[in-house]
Each structure stands twice: as structure tokens, then as C-alpha cells.
């Protein structure tokens, strides 16, 4: 899908990276000033390199070496960006509409009523631009990225202005968008919890060169101990089989081989897996599964890691049992005094309520 | 029915309605002339970095900061007969500014160009250039972007500037007279025919009803701008 291996400097910053990638949703993730938006900008074709090659789907975009430098308005990559950027003299219709009409006809593959109906802006088509909230703003601002049949859609952080709940319905739009449309997606974001939710693969940056690349469980659990905002932004997401909705209590049981787990919510049916996000801050860990207790999951795992220092803090990762991994976060004077070590055999207890069902993404 | 027809009714007499009608028409060539090289030069100053700009910049302002005979003057050394630019735009292309209305148009549209070009500058200064990226990135050329998103976005400072330039052209004096005199008919503006009227006996009162009628005019101008502005605000802030 994506072959990238470009060099750039400005002033202080330099950014070196090459990465490949088939992924449906690639993930740049990496601090402020790590080069992330840079890297996509040189993708879509706002900056230019110094050095190297961009090809997206096939298509050569950029070859130093072959003097190859394609503009942006023939790159056919459909840009989503923090703030949206709708054109603000414009309505929402027109603003929409804008990329299809520099569209060759041939390429129109996106069909306009799919895209209003999916991100559900049908009733907005005739209000001004400026007059939007944050939310329909960015759902304005997916439709018209997606209409002009992009080869790529490179979305710039685009719920890092929004609140959680809005947060969530985007994130659930770009889901059906991936699924719904087939468009490759190329998601800059610092934020774990999307990139977990949403992103088949990782490429994390720090200060201009690739610190790792690959699953994001695995990719950002080794970065999560020097994540913003310490251990409560410490994320782990497993998958599991969408199981019975209880109606009486109101739950659902997801399937995984190390337990059953049970979420506070109806999920809707059907044999499919499921995403789940798990704040390390609400696993719990015990070497018999509990009897006398209000928690009714506990998934079985082996302790592969225990991060420690001189925190307070000791970050358990445990491999669970058929598969998947589980971050918890526990003080080191509960490691010290359950005498947990690498390799043990213990359950995890998640409590049902710290699940939301909004953060259940459709499985890849 | 002609506008000389009227001039009773409006209690003007024919050589002043000429005076009234040669001034529109000076001050609106001029500013329909200047417009879109203001646009240009104001889009230049605003999103370009090239050498000489400081410089381009300083001409530009010239005409604010010298007297306004003295820039009379070097267009009359510039484009007179006589002169060499002059004399090869009247023979090669039957273009002659010197002592025609023509001539007039052209010093007005100097002087009024830093005016013009002032507010439609800031006007580009102050869009986002991201969403001109935004629409480069949605397949709009840079041509079709400048038209579609960035010339509509400085549309307010685009209408100040022309009706500032109008208004400034239609006072335009000291150039003028030094570059194309005060001939009736061909370069007597208001203005000309206001100083002419006060070097006269009893023409005080003439002079006073061309002044009130030029105060009418920019006043009205003013107005013109001000709905036009708060009509383009309006749509920006998307209401």
C-alpha cells in the first residue's frame, strides 16, 4: 500500500525514515515534534523532500533521484486534518462536493450518497461551514476527503480536538469507512487508545527517526511506560468472539480462551470479533481465580515482563492464554509482597463496569 | 434622455454636470484598471518571499509619501510627448496619456494603488494558507484554489480597497493637474473644477455645490463598503 524512504531537514529538525507497509489503517505515532505530521504531509505533498521516494497503492509520487515530484492536487490523497479546515464561505454541500469535481469522471469510484448517508451529514448539507460543532465538522471534513475517490486517506489527528464521546463516534465512522469504502488509511495520532482501537500497524517516530514499527499491542505496550499522562493512558487491547447478550442484566459475554469476558452493555450479535481497549490502571492480578468476589472476569496469563523502577509503579505484561497480551498496572509493593516474578501463572481481573462499550472496535 | 437633459432639474449647470461625469468615469477606469494588478501585487506581497520585495513594497507606498505634484511630474517626464516611453506608446500602439482623460485615469490609479492594495494585502495575510492546501489536496490547481478559496476568503478586504481607491481616486488633484492640466472636458475633474472655481470671482458658491456633491459621493462609497463588508463578514462567520 505505502513505500516510504525520504530524508528532510529544516533548520534544527532533520527527519530520516523509511518504512513499508500493507496495513488497511498505518498508524504515525510518535510525541510532538517527533516528525509524524511532517512525514504525512510529505505523503500528501504539502512539503517536499530532500531526498528519497513516496509510492502510494502502486503509484510513484515522489523520486528524487528521477527529478519525480507529483503535486498534491494530482496525488489523489484525500487529507483530513485536526481542525478540519472546511472552507468557511462555503456550505457544508459545497464543501463536500469540492474534491469530486477535480475528480476525472472515470475515477469517481466513491459515490456521493454512501458517503453522506454512512457519515450521516445529510442534514447538514445546507449550513454554512463555520456554523458546525467539532464533531460534524470532522465528520464534514471525512466526507470530503473521501469524495474525491482518494488512493490514500491521510488523516492528521483528527479527534485530537474533539471530547470523548465525539471521540468515540469518529472512531467508530472511520471503522465503517475502512470497511465500507476500501480505502487504505494512513492515521497520524500521539493518542494510544485510537491507534489501538483502529490501527492494524504502527510506526512510531521520535525526534525525526523510526523508533519501532509493527503491531500496535505489542509496538506501543514497549513505549506505554513513557506515554503522556503516565499510567493512566497505559492501554491494552485484546480481541475476542462477541458472545450471548444477557437482556435480563444487561450484559455481554465475549469469548477468549484465557476466560469470559463480560461488558456492561448490549453488544450487537453476530459471529464476529471484537476489539477491546483495557486500561492497565483497571487489571487486577491473583494466582487463584477469586471466589468471593463482585469481579466476574478473570482471564488466565503468564507474567512475561514486570517493568520497574524507582516509581512507586511496577507495569505487569502478561500473555494470556490463547493469545493476546494484557498490561496491568500494580505498585511495586504488591509485586514485592505476592512475589510475582516472570513466567507465573495468574489471572487477571477486570472489573465489567471500566469496559465501555465504546471501546469495542470491529476486529480487523 | 441624457444626463445634461436633467442637469436643470438637479440645479447644476452643463459645466459642472461634465466635471461630475468626467470624474466617475476617471475614477472608475482607474479603478477597474487597477484592481486586479492590486490583487496581484497585494497576493505577491502577502504569500511570496522573493528578492526585491522590500523594494516593490516601497514603490508601491511612493505615491503616500511624496507630494502628489511631484508625482505628476515624473509621470509627465515618464509619459509625456515628448518623453521616450511616451512617444513610443502614442506611435506604436495610438496610446497617449499626456493633457487626455486617459492620462487623468492613470494618475488617479497611482495614487489611489497604496490605498488599494493596503487592505486587500492584510485581507490574504489573515486566511489560514492551510486551506488552500486543503483544496490542493482535494485536486485544485493553484489557479483554481486562488479563485475558488483564497480570492473569495479576501473578498471583505478586496471591496475596502476598491471602494477606498475609488474614493481616493475621485479626489485625485495635484497629480493630475500637473500631469494632464485642467482642460474642460477631457481633464477637468471635480476637484480641477473646484480649484478653478475658487480662482474666480463669485464662484464660491459653484465651488461650495461641487464640494457638497463630492462629500455625497465619498460618503455614499463609504456606506457602499460598509454593507458589502458586513455582508461578507456575515458569510465567513457562517451565519
Known sequence: MIAVDVALTRGEFSLEAA????????????????????????????????????????????????????????????????????????????????????????????????????????????????????????????????????????????????????RQEIMTLIERLRDEFSIPILLVSHAADEILRLADEVVSLDRGRIVAQGLPSETLAAASRHVEGGRFSVVSAIEAHVGAYDAHFGVTRLRHPAGEIIVAAHVANGDRRVRLLINATHVALAYRKPEDTSIRTALLGRIAAIDEDASPFAFVRLELEGGGRLVSAATRLSVAEMNLSVGAQVYALVKSVALDERELGRSA | MTLSDLSPSLGFSPPELTAIVLSLKVAGVATAASLPVAVFIAYALARWRFPGHAALNAIIHLPLVMPPVVTGFALLLLLGRKAPLGAFLADHFGVVFAFRWTGAALAAAVMSFPLMIRPIRLSFESIDERLGLAARSLGANRIWTFFLVTLPLAAPGVIVGTILGFAKALGEFGATITFVSNIPGETRTIPSAIYSLTQTPDGDADALRLAAVSAAIAIAALIVSEILQKRADATRAGR
Open chain 1, 19 to 166: 518504512f513499508e507497509s500493507k496495513a488497511r489503517i498505518l498508524a504515525l505515532h510518535g510525541p510532538s515534534g517527533s516528525g509524524k505530521t511532517t512525514l504525512a504531509h510529505l505523503v500528501a505533498g504539502l512539503a517536499a523532500p530532500d531526498a528519497g521516494r513516496i509510492a502510494v497503492n502502486g503509484a510513484r509520487l515522489v523520486d528524487t533521484a528521477q527529478r519525480l515530484n507529483v503535486p498534491p492536487e494530482k496525488r489523489r490523497i484525500g487529507l483530513v486534518f485536526q481542525d478540519a479546515l472546511l472552507f468557511p464561505h462555503l456550505d457544508v454541500k459545497m464543501n463536500i462536493v469540492f474534491g469530486r469535481f477535480f475528480t476525472p469522471k472515470t475515477e469517481r469510484r466513491v459515490p456521493f450518497d454512501a458517503v453522506v448517508e454512512t457519515l450521516g451529514v445529510g442534514h447538514l448539507l445546507r449550513r454554512r461551514a463555520g456554523s458546525l460543532s467539532g464533531g460534524e465538522r470532522q465528520r464534514v471534513g471525512l466526507a470530503r476527503a473521501l469524495l474525491c475517490s482518494p488512493r490514500l486517506l491521510v488523516m492528521d489527528e483528527p479527534m485530537a480536538s474533539l471530547d470523548y464521546d465525539r
